[in-house]
């Protein structure tokens, strides 16, 4: 297994262009074709009381048109001088919901990558299109640092093991960047996933991935044990299960996937 069709979110922000040339790197140290999205969300309509409230003059949902039309000819502007003719990279700009949008072309793709960001106030409360393209994607998603990301990413790589189906498929799905990897270290915590570990590094070993394996006590916050584990083993790269809490799949992350989310300064790859 590799990574032949890579899946990049691009956003108009500074890290944008760091981002794109890493992901342009990444795509040529695997044989892989970049395709690079970006998503024009709808115009958003106000809604107010009072006189006036059920008319929107058309006047504001242009201005918003006319500012997207730009910030995607600035983007794509970005991808064409980076993403040099013969370079294999493919532009693609849709209209719609960004995170749906998103999910639905990680399905055809090997490996998706998007920025976190940090949100603060009532968007903390709402899943960003990255988020979202985890809980859907079927596959691998690595969510990058905002400012960017090593094309050389999964040097020493930490990957958190649970036992279940996501912590396995997230175990299989990285295969590409734990065959390359320097170092590789398998860990459980507390007694979830212990029993099984020594099962992990024999797949890994079968594959020819020299992992170690480490067994943590049991926390009450798993997501801290996991990025502080992560510091210690100097990894630059966690790969772990995404959960949810099944009748609010999208809006509630289950309390490691959010903590790691939240607080993970490094990257991290997901699988559902």
């Known amino acids: 297994m590799t990574y032949r069709t890579i899946l990049l979110q691009l956003t108009d922000d500074a890290g944008n262009e760091a981002r ?37 003059g058309p006047e504001i949902v242009e201005v918003q048109r006319e500012a997207a039309k ?38 055809t793709a090997d490996l998706t990558i998007g920025p976190r960001f940090e949100a603060r106030g009532i968007d903390a409360l709402t899943l960003q299109p990255i988020e979202q393209a985890a809980l859907g994607a079927g596959g691998p998603v690595l969510v990058v640092p905002a400012a960017g990301f090593s094309a050389d990413l999964g040097r020493r790589v930490l990957v958190g093991w649970n036992g279940r189906k996501e912590a396995a498929r997230a ?25 099984s570990l ?5 797949l890994l070993e079968r594959h020819g991935v020299g992992a170690a394996g480490r067994r943590l006590p049991g926390s009450a916050n798993v997501g801290a044990d996991l990025l502080a584990r992560m510091a210690e083993f100097g990894a630059d790269l966690l790969v772990m299960g995404i959960y949810s809490h ?22 991290v790859s997901f699988s559902c």
């Open 171 to 195: 175990l299989k799905d990285a295969l590409p960047f734990l065959r390359s990897a320097e170092a590789v270290e398998v860990v459980t915590v507390g007694e979830e996933g212990a029993e």
């Open 246 to 267: 099944a009748r609010l799949r999208q809006l509630v992350l289950g309390g490691a996937t959010r903590h790691v989310l939240h607080h993970a300064e490094g990257a």
């Open 70 to 107: 730009a910030v995607a000819e600035r983007l794509e502007a970005t991808f064409r001088r980076i993403c040099e003719p013969g370079s294999g990279a493919i532009w693609r700009h849709l209209e719609g919901d960004p995170g749906e949008c998103l999910a639905q072309l990680a399905r």
């Open 198 to 202: 020594d099962g992990a590094l024999a």
């Open 20 to 56: 794109l040339r890493a992901a342009l790197e990444l795509s040529r140290r695997f044989g892989a074709v970049l395709v690079a999205l970006h998503v024009t969300p709808p115009p958003i309509v106000p809604v107010g009381y009072g006189e006036g409230a059920a008319y929107v």
